[in-house]
C-alpha cells in the first residue's frame, strides 16, 4: 500500500520559507515520480513541483521557479519543497502524489496519479 505522510506546513510571513516533507511508503522513487501540488481559496489544484529520480528530471510551475527547490533523499524515501520568498498568493493546502514514473514534467501537467497524501496548510501573511 502506499502511503505519503506531508509535514512541515504553518503559518509564515510574506518573505519568509518553509521546507515541506513527504515522507513514502510502499513504494520506491526507482518506479516512481513525486509531485508537489497545492490548492489554493477557490482556486484549481496545481502541479506545483515534480521531480523524477528514474527520468533525472525536476519540474517547476511559472510560479515556483526561482523561488521553490523540491529534492529527495533516497535511503529516507523522502521528498522535499524548500519554499523562500513566499507571498501571499502562495498560501495553500500543499499535497504530495505519486505516480508511476512518466517524468516530472508530465506529473505536474498531465491528470492523474496513484496516491494522494492528506495535504499540508501553508498560510503565507502579507
Known amino acids: 500500500e502506499v502511503q505519503l505522510v506531508e509535514s512541515g506546513g504553518g503559518l509564515v510571513q510574506a518573505g519568509g520559507s518553509l521546507r515541506l516533507s513527504c515522507a513514502a511508503s510502499?513504494?520506491?522513487?526507482?518506479?516512481?515520480?513525486i509531485g508537489w501540488f497545492r490548492q489554493g481559496p477557490g482556486k484549481e489544484r496545481e502541479g506545483v513541483s515534480c521531480i523524477s529520480y528514474n527520468h533525472g528530471s525536476t519540474y517547476y510551475s511559472d510560479s515556483a521557479k526561482g523561488r521553490f527547490t523540491v529534492s529527495s533523499d533516497i535511503p529516507k524515501n523522502t521528498v522535499y519543497l524548500q519554499m523562500n520568498d513566499l507571498k501571499p498568493e502562495d498560501t495553500a493546502v500543499y499535497y504530495c502524489?505519486?505516480?508511476?514514473?512518466?517524468?516530472?514534467?508530465?506529473?505536474?501537467?498531465?491528470?492523474?496519479?496513484?496516491?494522494w497524501g492528506q495535504g499540508t496548510l501553508v498560510t503565507v501573511s502579507s
Open positions: 510502499g513504494i520506491t522513487f526507482d518506479d516512481y515520480d
Open positions: 502524489a505519486a505516480k508511476r514514473t512518466v517524468g516530472s514534467r508530465r506529473l505536474c501537467r498531465d491528470s492523474g496519479v496513484d496516491a
